[in-house]
């Protein structure tokens, strides 16, 4: 079946502007993931979904991120006012359960602030 | 809090060779742990998880693992590595969920892993 999809693959913005990042989870799956990845820095959690449940959003690293989930489905990441350090790759991942299932990754958004 | 340390950042091996990942963990309880692996420009995959019960086990692609509480380690090994093993190989710890905190996953820096002929 089909996987998690983000979308841009790719993002070239310039620094102040704002982006939004998309990630379709698998079909079923409750939990959605945000991570972030930067050269050399491993994974950086951002924010976690489940269900109906207050989003856990203890990785978010300034206020200017922000993510929302509508309808317990697609999950849209929000940087405004975008700066040099958000240039990262943007991981998305969905799992069945939120207890210890095995997520299910998207193959990322390569965001570039200029 | 939950942390997972990989002391290796870039391991080198021939192929054919044996191959251990070396993963540390911090958690107070018995920690839900896995291994993923990220070949270039792709998403992460899972190769294994240890929940509980026998403490080596297996993935996909012949790679095990073995959880050892005493070590407070859970290290990936292969013995023989083949050239489309070249990736990045990530260690991750997932606490017992607890209120409001659910199934989140801590993951290590990574190992890159090169494959020489």
């Known amino acids: 079946g089909a996987g998690v999809s983000q979308s841009p693959s790719n993002k070239v913005t310039e620094k102040g502007k704002d982006v939004e990042l998309r990630c379709d989870p698998i079909?079923?799956?409750?939990?959605l993931y945000w991570y972030r990845q930067s050269l050399g820095q491993g994974l950086e959690f951002l924010i976690y979904?489940?269900?109906?449940?207050?989003?856990?959003k203890s990785g978010l690293p300034s206020d200017r991120f922000s993510a929302e989930r509508t309808g317990g489905s697609v999950s849209t990441l929000t940087i405004q006012r975008t700066q040099q350090e958000d240039s990262a790759v943007y991981l998305c991942?969905?799992?069945?359960?939120?207890?210890?299932?095995?997520?299910?990754f998207g193959n990322g958004t390569r965001l570039t602030v200029t | 809090a939950q942390s997972v340390t990989q002391p290796d950042i870039h391991i080198t091996v021939s192929e054919g060779a044996s191959l251990e990942l070396r993963c540390n963990y911090s958690?107070?309880?018995?920690?839900?742990l896995f291994w993923y692996v990220q070949s270039p420009g792709q998403g992460l995959q899972l190769l294994l998880k240890?929940?509980?019960?026998?403490?080596l086990v297996q993935g996909i692609k012949g790679f095990e693992a073995e959880f050892k509480r005493s070590q407070s380690s859970f290290n990936l090994r292969k013995p023989s590595v083949h050239w489309s093993d070249a990736a990045e190989y990530f260690c991750?710890?997932?606490?017992?969920?607890?209120?409001?905190?659910?199934?989140?996953?801590?993951f290590g820096q990574g190992t890159e892993l090169s494959v020489k002929p």
């Open positions: 991942a969905s799992s069945q359960r939120s207890y210890n299932s095995p997520l299910h």
């Open positions: 079909s079923g799956h409750t939990a």
């Open positions: 979904f489940q269900g109906n449940s207050a989003p856990d």
């Open positions: 958690y107070g309880a018995t920690p839900y």
């Open positions: 240890y929940f509980s019960g026998d403490t």
């Open positions: 991750a710890v997932g606490a017992h969920m607890v209120y409001n905190q659910g199934g989140k996953l801590i």
